[in-house]
């Protein structure tokens, strides 16, 4: 079986039925056995400051966050404190608004072949500026592995381990910053993701957890000379250099 080491979950609010619907029948593509996990709606926290940390939001991670991106983040914690206590050794995390890919039974086997500790594996994600390192793995002839950097969003489908989750909860606990900051994650957790995705959501849909988390970008083209992409190359290719000496060092200081 593809997850006898792997629980599978899937978010979604108790009142949402369609979406619960919807799941099970994209559930049918694969051979993953799976349970629903009670997403956390952020208008019914009664006492927000007791799972919210408002300053250090504000002050620190960059703005505030509103309720639907609270309720979201609690439920992707809420699952790392279950790992935590139930020693749950790695998690599939699932949105309830996604579409499947066919392969994803295959594709996730050998991704758990290589048994990555401290990680988090992206199946899907939202940015389309993507810093990838030198890292990169090969699966199924068509699929790539590559480690990320300072970069990356979307929670709408990833692994993550024991170690990594633990590490997550502790440090966003209570909530200072939305569940798929893996640009600030990267830190202190190695963030994979694999292209093409398994995973992608439903662009038709609006999410009743949390919109935030399917940020997307339209980039605007406009000419530009060859001197001008020259310049933006080499200025890419230093802050390359740049993020990686940074992990580095991230990795050797305590």
Not at 121 to 139: A, D, E, F, N, P
Not at 154 to 167: F, H
Not at 189 to 208: F, G, N, Q
Request: aromatic content about 14%.
């Amino acid at each position: 079986m593809v997850n006898k080491t792997m629980k599978v979950f899937i978010i979604n609010l108790k009142e949402s039925t369609d979406r619960r619907q919807y799941m099970i029948e994209e559930m049918k593509k694969t051979n993953l056995q799976y349970e629903f996990f009670d997403a956390i709606n952020g208008k019914d926290i009664k006492d927000i400051e007791e799972v919210y940390d408002h300053e250090y939001a504000v002050t620190k991670a960059g703005g505030p966050l509103n309720l639907g991106e609270i309720g979201c983040c609690m439920s992707h914690l809420l699952i790392y404190k279950k790992m935590i206590d139930e020693n749950i050794e790695r998690a599939l995390i699932l949105e309830d608004d996604i579409i499947i890919s066919e392969k994803i039974d295959e594709i996730i086997k050998e991704i758990l072949e290589f048994n990555l500790q401290n990680s988090i594996v992206l199946l899907g994600q939202s940015s389309k500026k993507l810093k990838r390192k030198i890292y990169k793995t090969k699966l199924d002839g068509c699929y790539i592995l590559s480690k990320l950097f300072n970069s990356g969003y979307g929670a709408y489908g990833y692994i993550i381990d024991n170690k990594a989750a633990e590490k997550l909860y502790h440090f966003n606990y209570p909530v200072k910053y939305a569940s798929d900051m893996w640009h600030i994650f990267w830190k202190f957790i190695d963030i994979y993701v694999l292209e093409p995705y398994l995973i992608d959501y439903k662009r038709d849909s609006c999410s009743v957890i949390d919109s935030y988390s399917k940020r997307t970008y339209d980039l605007k083209k406009t000419d530009r000379s060859i001197f001008y992409i020259f310049f933006r190359k080499s200025i890419s290719l230093c802050k390359r250099i740049f993020w990686v000496l940074r992990d580095c060092i991230y990795r050797v200081l305590p």
